[in-house]
């Protein structure tokens, strides 16, 4: 009895002193279903079973509910996992809603989804995700669409969690689901003059999740940015965004360096498809290896296990990285 307590001892610490090795998967977020040979790999080898696939988006265009860029299947587009269809809301689709505007809504995207899955043939999960960047305002009318979408669809329904609805639960309220995705980016806009990373700033990261472990719902999954862009600021201040451009973009002779990761433009000219000044600025914003591991590591002490979800499947963010790390 003595030797078997011991063992369970020791095996109690080795558990808790092992590295937690998390599953990983990733959003698709084009408006076209199609893998090129760095994708089908990357999602190949993830760990879960599951592609978690943006089916559509929906806004409310003069007064009135309108599905935008809905996604199209490429004849080639192949893969052994389940597809979790994603629905992109915007909050102001939640603005003076009705009752009967809410059941009508969680009955017409039901319907788009499922008429997209017979008309490509699909394997899906269980699941509806729905992303929104609800606010206080609207969050009784955001949550009642997802008890309605629930209802109507027979499906698990989950969604995405900002960094502001953890820290101001209070005002915007505990979604009615049983699982969310907390996003572990966008922590400020790209849009504004600031030195900080946009896309991922660690210490606004920890400062709004400081008390993540008093989040009412504990089924929390991951969802990590591994994508990159230039900010292209003009002559007057504004700012525009190239997506996917990294530091080695930013090697040509009509560029002069002004930082480690910016450029003056020395001549006018296309570049990435856009047609720029002399004096244009453009800093390009990246995920380092260490800012993932820095938030992997802060999270592990906050939730107690968790999927990653790396936004987003694209040959150009998914070549150089090693999804086995954590």
Known sequence: MKALRLLLFFLLIISCTEKENHPYTFYYWKTQLSLDVEEKKALDEA??????????DVD???????????????????????IVPTIFIT???FLRISKEEIRFLAQNVHQLIQKKIE??????????QIDCDWTGGTRDDYFQFLKELKRISGKEITCTLRLHQVKDKNLTGIPPVEKVYLMC??????LETSDKNSILDVNILKSYLSRLED???????????????G??????GKHKLINALSRKDLENPAFKQIAENEVVIMKDGFYFGNYLNK????????????????VVGFLNKKIPHFTIIYYQLDSKFVMTRNFEKW
Do not use: C, M
């Not at 008309?119 to 509806?128: A, F, P, Q, S």
């Not at 900010?231 to 007057?236: D, F, P, Q, W, Y």
């Open 119 to 128: 008309e490509y043939g699909l394997k899906v999960n269980d699941e509806i």
């Open 47 to 56: 760990s879960t079973p599951y592609l978690y696939t943006r089916f559509f």
């Open 60 to 82: 409310k265009v003069a007064g009135k509910f309108q599905p935008v860029a809905v996604i199209s299947k490429d004849q080639s587009f192949r893969t052994d996992k389940l």
């Open 91 to 93: 909050n102001q689709t």
């Open 279 to 294: 004096g244009f600025t453009i800093k390009v914003e990246e995920i380092t290896e260490n800012q993932l591991k820095d």
């Open 231 to 236: 900010i292209v600021t003009n002559h007057l």
């Open 185 to 190: 980016y966008s922590t400020s806009s790209p």
């Open 215 to 229: 989040y009412p719902i504990k089924k929390i999954e991951v969802a990590l940015p591994i994508y990159s862009w």
